[in-house]
């Protein structure tokens, strides 16, 4: 275990259902991110949250909505999906996002989403 | 925007051998940060070491060991005396002013250690 748990391991829904992701840490860090890892593709930034504040969208399709209650929680909400978003969704969290010394990021195990 | 490139789709190497993966990246900034993660099947990305882009000193973690070349842009991983357990998906990633200071991947590099 890395510090960050991510629930469900394996999702399975339709393409008229509605899902979310979980994902929690306790390692005190303030930053959340939520990774798309599909196959023959780099890993893809989808949301980046600051100090519980959404600063980054990198042009992800509405049918996925973020939530981030607090520092320690990040959702990922599902609707109306595509067999192309099947997928693996990495949470991933870090200090802060900005200068200063940077360690990298901690990384849960993923969500193994399937479309049908 | 900031690429970061792995040009070894697949690699292997035998039991207690040494490999080297490699990594290219570009920039124009002078303060960035060099990681390289490891996936196995379990799918956990871990950590396995970091370089920071103003230390000429390259990164040394037991027997993982990189060759940093700044003016380069090259960020090789080299693995000593492989283990059956370092079979994996390694990746480089990069965390710059240029990359919003988002943690930037390769596309990885499949590692399978033989007996």
């Known amino acids: 275990e890395t510090g960050v748990t991510q629930t469900p391991r394996h999702l399975v829904m339709g393409m008229t259902n509605k899902k979310s992701l979980k994902c929690e840490q306790h390692?005190?860090?303030?930053?959340m991110y939520w990774y798309k890892q599909s196959a023959k593709k780099p890993l893809e930034l989808m949301f980046v949250?600051?100090?519980?504040?959404?600063?980054e969208n990198n042009s992800v399709p509405s049918r996925f909505s973020p939530e981030c209650p607090n520092s320690s929680h990040l959702f990922l909400h599902l609707h109306t999906l595509q067999p192309e978003d099947s997928a693996l969704y990495l949470c991933?969290?870090?200090?802060?996002?900005?200068?200063?010394?940077?360690?990298?990021?901690?990384f849960g195990s993923g969500t193994r989403l399937t479309v049908v | 925007a900031q690429t970061v490139t792995q040009s070894q789709p697949e690699m292997s190497v035998q039991e207690a051998e040494t490999v080297t993966l490699s990594c290219t990246y570009d920039?124009?900034?002078?303060?960035?940060?060099l990681f390289w993660y490891k996936q196995p099947p379990s799918r956990q990305m871990i950590l396995v070491i970091r370089?920071?882009?103003?230390?000429?000193q390259n990164a040394t973690e037991n027997r993982f060991s990189v060759n940093f070349q700044k003016a380069a842009k090259s960020f090789s991983l080299k693995i000593s005396d492989s283990q059956l357990g370092d079979a994996a998906m390694y990746f480089c990633?990069?965390?710059?002013?240029?990359?919003?200071?988002?943690?930037?991947f390769g596309k990885g590099t499949s590692l399978l250690v033989t007996p």
């Open positions: 949250y600051n100090f519980k504040e959404q600063t």
């Open positions: 370089q920071e882009a103003y230390k000429q």
């Open positions: 920039t124009s900034e002078s303060d960035y940060y």
């Open positions: 390692l005190g860090h303030n930053a």
């Open positions: 991933a969290s870090s200090h802060r996002r900005d200068r200063g010394t940077n360690y990298g990021y901690t």
């Open positions: 990633a990069y965390i710059g002013p240029d990359s919003g200071y988002a943690l930037n």
